[in-house]
């Protein structure tokens, strides 16, 4: 008899033991995890860190993390050395710099603005699409009539450098959205880009939590470059670019859209960590899922994912090697170089 039961008490340890070794294995894709109700902040790419340090200047105030996310992402916006977010984006294939961005708060109220001209920060108008108005998507023309009824000014976002970028492509007009592949890792202002080149289709994609607890996001772009004229990636679509679940964390996500858009990415990292995945590992789900269906497409492109949860605990996935997210704390402050599935 005692025989027996000390055989129970050992498979029983031994059952917990291996459980608790499958948690540790699952958060090995979580980098820090912080005290709940903490702040903090990621950011996709190397240029989030000073989207992040904007962000602070909310977030370690006690500020909204609404506030704090339309703060950080305007400054990409208006960075005309990065050619892949607002002022200075490269252009489409006519020569228009045509911009997308979406913001999603605690309450999941979210607004949201495709192919916008001439205005230099786009999601500023998307907040007031989700405030001003019963809407939660306005497009070109709309978007740009509202914008102007709303005090902002035109501008003209094509850069000296953007323009030469895009005639030099007009040569051969060859469109390769290849992105970000090993070894082409962004300089920190976020610039790099060449025409049909790997640089040419980024996004600044920003989540966050208060001290509150509360979860908002934001995601901003100017798309691919040289695309047609009217294409719309994930950045501002609501469950693809960009999603926040207040009961449960946030996700966004970079770079081919279309293959985000199929999947609905940035919902179904939320989701999956709703169902108890951390957040690296939610991230690397979705990836998957991407591979799943079209394996070979995959190898040529470039996906990644940051998540955060209510824990406080963060992570990322991508499906190239490259992709990097910026992290903000009170008590750190990072670039992450995400694991990859190539």
Known sequence: MSTRRKFLQTSFLGSLGFFSGKKILAQSDTYYPTIKNEPIVLSTWDFGKEANAEAWTVLGKGGRALDAVEAGVKIPEADPNNQSVGYGGLPDRDGRVTLDAC????????????????????????????????HVVLVGDGALQFALANGFKKENLLTPESEKAWKEWLKTSKYEPIMNIENKLHKPSGGGAMPGGPDNHDTIGMIAMDAKGNFSGACTTSGMAFKMHGRVGDSPIIGAGLYVDNEVGAATSTGVGEEVIRIVGSHLVVELMRQGLPPGAACKKAVERIISRNPAKAKTLQVGFIALNKKGQYGGYALQKGFTYAVKTGKEEKLVPAKSIY
């Not at 999941?108 to 495709?114: H, T």
């Not at 230099?120 to 405030?131: D, G, K, N, Q, T």
């Open 103 to 134: 913001i999603m708060d605690e309450h999941y109220n979210c607004g949201s603005v495709m192919c916008l001209e001439n205005i230099m920060h786009p999601i500023s108008v998307a907040r007031l699409v989700m405030e001003k108005t019963p």
